[in-house]
């Protein structure tokens, strides 16, 4: 008889059972699975004879002892097993379910990276389009305001500590433009300043309007060297300047011009001079563009 076999539900008969219970069980299954009555089972023999062992087991009362703690081992066994199969398949589905909610994790950051690189790209695009329009309107107000006064070309810068000479100044300076001229005036009690001519009016806005200066150029004050900042760039720093608006005072006078014409005779008086360039510009700035004047002069001279 196999060891795995079940000898109560071979006899179909309770744990419980009694020996009388196990006699009636055993002659009913004897006789309903004898040889003899089945001829065409070739499996029938083997199977009675499985059915006489189970009997003469159980009724032997140390063997039947011994085969119920047997059974109870293995059944206890069973039941480890099929809670350890439980459990796995409980971890099987949960690591399906983690690799399922993963995918979709995945999924959706691939397309919320896809999404922020296009979005990522169409502002490139569109900082680009905004550079070269600004880069556009700024050569176009350059070539407008190249043809301007000197003084609006000019910065003053002022400083301490440190010592400057034409060279480093023009070294620190030249990132806003092309520099035409760099005068260094004499130093009073510790400070030093100079004069700053660019060859174009937008390099020297672009000093003055600087708003993340490097280190080097956070170092000096800067200031207009007429003062005010000049007509010429109006609007686009988006200030506003002392005498904008109509220049001719409503007491305006006319008289006749020598080719028969009516001509407005402005009343000069209303004039604000401050807002003249130049009018602000300290001695210092005046020596110093009057020596850079004179230089240039006698270098054209030797030529």
Do not use: C
């Amino acid at each position: 008889m196999d060891s795995d076999i079940d000898v109560y539900e071979l006899l179909g008969v309770s744990v419980e059972a009694s020996d009388k219970e196990l006699t009636k069980a055993y002659r009913v299954k004897a006789l309903q699975h004898h040889p003899d009555k089945n001829r065409n089972n070739p499996n029938a023999a083997k199977l009675f004879h499985d059915i006489k062992a189970a009997y003469d087991m159980l009724s032997d009362p140390q063997l039947r002892s011994d085969y119920d703690d047997k059974r109870r081992a293995s059944l206890a066994k069973r039941q480890r097993l099929d809670a350890l199969s439980s459990q796995r398949k409980r971890m099987k589905s949960q690591l399906e379910k983690d690799e399922r909610d993963a995918r979709h994790s995945r999924d959706q950051e691939r397309a919320r990276m896809h999404d922020e690189a296009a979005r990522f790209r169409d502002e490139t695009r569109r900082d680009e389009a905004r550079r070269d329009k600004q880069m556009r309107e700024h050569v176009q107000r350059e070539e407008v305001m190249e043809e301007v006064d000197e003084m609006d070309r000019s910065v003053r810068v002022r400083w301490s500590g440190a010592t400057h000479d034409r060279e480093s100044l023009a070294r620190v300076f030249a990132v806003f433009g092309e520099l035409e001229e760099v005068a260094v005036a004499p130093s009073h009690s510790g400070r030093q300043s100079a004069l700053l001519v660019y060859k174009s009016v937008a390099a020297a806005h672009a000093l003055m309007n600087t708003r993340a200066p490097g280190a080097e150029v956070a170092a000096f004050e800067r200031f207009w060297a007429a003062g005010a900042e000049p007509r010429s760039v109006h609007g686009v720093s988006g200030t506003k300047m002392p005498g904008d608006g109509p220049r001719l005072p409503a007491n305006e006078a006319t008289r006749d011009s020598e080719q028969g014409r009516r001509v407005r005779i402005p009343n000069i008086s209303a004039i604000d001079v401050r807002s003249l360039p130049g009018a602000n510009m300290s001695f210092s700035d005046f020596e110093s563009l009057t020596l850079m004047r004179m230089r240039l002069y006698q270098d054209s001279l030797a030529k």
